[in-house]
């Protein structure tokens, strides 16, 4: 069976500080990956998706950046954390299907 | 492009009774409608799609939703909610051309006993 997972669970970070969020996915091969960012009692916005591995595609500019440096994982990162930044984080993946399966998210808190 | 509506940003019901959450959807193209749902500080759960054939779908639950070409609606129904069911549900459309989904902006239930 297929299980995603999503480090860590959760950050608090000074703004100005960089942030590294991860995303792995075992039991399928060549998912498609997502980055979804919800602000806290929001709707989910698409950040980034990736359809194989070293490409990235971004949807949204908000000062973050992403990599799949391997099949199973995708990070989600930036050198310089905003306090817009905090919300909730969440991965997904899809084998094309358009059917989004997302991990348990990541909470960022920016003080 | 495509785009939901989701009107109701809170529903609250009465355990036992039935639900209706609704959600209008606009697309260029043949949609596929997507319901799902988040349980607090966790990630959203797959309730049921649709794509094409029999417009009422069964998903998870005891959910089922119905697709409305004519009313452009894809409402998620349910004969008789328990309070487990209090979550914030999320209505959300794509197109086979892309790979962008859309979401709505959610319905949060609460399930009052």
């Known amino acids: 069976a297929q299980t995603i997972h999503q480090w860590p669970v959760a950050e608090i970070k000074a703004v100005g500080s960089p942030l590294s969020l991860g995303c792995t996915i075992k039991?399928?091969?060549?998912?498609?990956l997502y980055w979804y960012w919800q602000a806290t009692g929001g709707t989910l916005q698409q950040l980034f998706y990736?359809?194989?591995?070293?490409?990235v595609e971004s949807v949204v500019q908000l000062n973050l950046s992403a990599s799949r440096p391997k099949d199973d994982q995708f990070i989600l990162s930036t050198e310089k954390l905003l306090l817009s930044h905090s919300g909730f984080y969440l991965c997904?993946?899809?084998?094309?299907?358009?059917?989004?399966?997302f991990g348990a998210g990541t909470r960022l808190s920016v003080l | 492009a495509q785009s939901v509506t989701q009107p109701d940003a809170r529903v609250t019901v009465s355990e036992g009774a039935s639900l209706q959450l609704r959600c209008k959807y606009s697309?260029?193209?043949?949609?596929?409608l997507f319901w799902y749902v988040q349980y607090p500080r966790q990630g959203l759960q797959l309730l049921l799609k649709?794509?094409?054939?029999?417009?009422v779908v069964q998903g998870v639950n005891g959910f089922e939703a119905e697709f409305s070409k004519s009313n452009s609606s894809f409402h998620l129904r349910k004969a008789s909610v328990h309070w487990s069911d209090s979550a914030v549900y999320f209505c959300?459309?794509?197109?086979?051309?892309?790979?962008?989904?859309?979401f709505g902006t959610g319905t949060r239930l609460q399930v009052s006993p």
């Open positions: 990736s359809i194989t591995v070293g490409q």
């Open positions: 039991g399928k091969s060549s998912p498609n």
């Open positions: 997904a993946w899809s084998l094309g299907e358009n059917t989004l399966y």
């Open positions: 959300a459309v794509t197109a086979s051309n892309t790979d962008k989904v859309v």
């Open positions: 649709y794509y094409s054939g029999d417009p």
């Open positions: 697309s260029s193209v043949t949609p596929y």
